[in-house]
T-cell receptor, first 115, second 116 residues
Framework: AQSVTQLDSQVPVFEEAPVELRCNYS??????LFWYVQYPNQGLQLLLK??????LVKGINGFEAEFNKSQTSFHLRKPSVHISDTAEYFC?????????????FGQGTRLTINP | EAGVAQSPRYKIIEKRQSVAFWCNPI?????LYWYQQILGQGPKLLIQ????????DSQLPKDRFSAERLKGVDSTLKIQPAKLEDSAVYLC??????????????FGPGTRLTVL
């Protein structure tokens, strides 16, 4: 089974400051890793995903994440945030086994951007 | 392309009543998922369909929840009877393929259920 821990439930930052949202996972098998964003009253939207290859993954809206297998982490970063980045961010994993697409989500991190 | 459609967007019922949610996935998507998102938590998978067959319903409370996907297109999730702890947002998602790892799931806006 897989589990995901998002280490911060809320992260407040000032506009144009850098931000890092932390995610750790646990799994007995290899996994794929995802970050989703949820804007108020909307569904989830994929920001980026790691399947294989380069451990630094770039996504939409200037976000990037780095897969660290030894630390079982997949932290999300943005060098300069904007007011429009205010949202809930979810880290998720799924087993990298053919036919297994079950996503297991973390509890979410609420990112608040202050002017 | 049109996204995943869900209705209603909001529903308020009293405990022990019944409720149904509807989802229309993106055209051509074979796999459909229903998630439950309780306030302050991440989404939890309730049931996964591949075309009109159930792939995974291990976390569906089958004594009160049921779901169907007739003709492999749209789907209905029902709760009968509802309990207070069923208050949550119910998200529907779809993806193009099941057997390709890492395939993106596209989410609808959700139905917010309040049970009084």
């Amino acid at each position: 089974a897989q589990s995901v821990t998002q280490l911060d439930s809320q992260v407040p930052v000032f506009e144009e400051a850098p931000v890092e949202l932390r995610c750790n996972y646990s799994s007995s098998v290899s996994v794929y890793l995802f970050w989703y964003v949820q804007y108020p009253n909307q569904g989830l939207q994929l920001l980026l995903k790691y399947l294989s290859g380069s451990t630094l993954v770039k996504g939409i809206n200037g976000f990037e994440a780095e897969f660290n297998k030894s630390q079982t982490s997949f932290h999300l970063r943005k060098p300069s945030v904007h007011i429009s980045d205010t949202a809930e961010y979810f880290c998720a994993v799924s087993p990298s086994i053919q036919g297994a697409q079950k996503l297991v989500f973390g509890q979410g991190t609420r990112l608040t951007i202050n002017p | 392309e049109a996204g995943v459609a869900q209705s209603p967007r909001y529903k308020i019922i009293e405990k022990r009543q019944s409720v149904a949610f509807w989802c229309n996935p993106i055209s051509g998507h074979a796999t459909l998922y229903w998630y439950q998102q309780i306030l302050g938590q991440g989404p939890k998978l309730l049931i996964q369909f591949q075309n009109n067959g159930v792939v995974d319903d291990s976390q569906l409370p089958k004594d009160r929840f049921s779901a169907e996907r007739l003709k492999g297109v749209d789907s209905t999730l029902k709760i009968q009877p509802a309990k207070l702890e069923d208050s949550a947002v119910y998200l529907c998602a779809s993806s193009l393929l099941r057997y390709v790892g890492g395939t993106e799931q596209f989410f609808g806006p959700g139905t917010r259920l309040t049970v009084l």
